[in-house]
């Protein structure tokens, strides 16, 4: 992958909300959590407006399937 790449414009994740309030986030076609409601009401303001590069980053950080950009740096130092 080039440093220029991101990954998030493949817009590997969705979302879903449901009628009682919650919220599903699924990272490619695959569910990885379920939102309470306060939650869900937060993340949807917070999306609401968001481009989709914006949406794609928001998912990815409430459910921690994002990279912080050294782990191959570290890797290849050593350290773990």
Not at 19 to 48: C, D, M, P, W
Not at 49 to 72: C, L, P, S, V, Y
């Amino acid at each position: 992958m080039n440093e220029n790449e991101n990954p998030l414009e493949d817009q590997p994740f969705s979302h879903r909300k449901y009628k009682n309030g919650k919220v599903s986030i699924s990272f490619n076609g695959k569910e990885i959590t379920i939102l309470g409601s306060k939650t869900a009401r937060k993340f949807l303001a917070q999306i609401e407006n968001a481009n989709d590069i914006d949406a794609q980053m928001a998912m990815a950080k409430i459910t921690g399937h994002f990279k912080h950009g050294n782990e191959r740096e570290a890797k290849q130092k050593g350290r773990k």
